[in-house]
């Protein structure tokens, strides 16, 4: 059973930043695109970026292009996420995920990832 741990939400201020972690396992890294999405209350589920496995190319929406980042530590076990520059607005659950189709992104579509955390939550507020 495939196992994902979010961790490192909390709250910060608009403009501040945080750092998520997705604890999962080496196998997980090495041979399938992981991707972190986000919901808010009373909306849908949404993709916000993705690391291929195969050559660490990633993939953002634009909501969240140029302030925040996806990085994973294959050795450490761990995909991250880098939020910077926080809005309102970015203030929601955050959870990873794993496609298990392959190494590539294929966008973010929920139905296409097949394994989720807990989620971790993140809210925005001064």
């Known amino acids: 059973q495939m196992q994902l741990a979010e961790s490192g939400g909390g709250l910060v201020q608009p403009g501040g930043s945080l750092k998520l972690s997705c604890a999962t396992s080496p196998f997980t890294l090495k041979y399938y695109a992981m991707a972190w999405f986000r919901q808010a209350p009373g909306k849908e589920r949404e993709g916000v970026a993705c690391?291929?496995?195969?050559?660490?190319?990633?993939y953002y929406a634009d909501s969240v292009k140029g302030r925040f980042s996806i990085s994973r530590d294959v050795a450490g076990n761990t995909l991250y996420l880098h939020l910077n520059n926080l809005k309102p607005e970015d203030t929601a659950t955050y959870y990873c995920?794993?496609?298990?189709?392959?190494?590539?992104?294929?966008?973010?579509?929920?139905?296409?990832?097949?394994?989720w955390g807990q989620g971790t939550q993140v809210t925005v507020s001064s």
């Open positions: 995920a794993t496609d298990e189709e392959g190494p590539l992104c294929r966008g973010f579509l929920p139905l296409r990832y097949d394994y």
């Open positions: 690391i291929a496995s195969n050559d660490g190319s990633t």
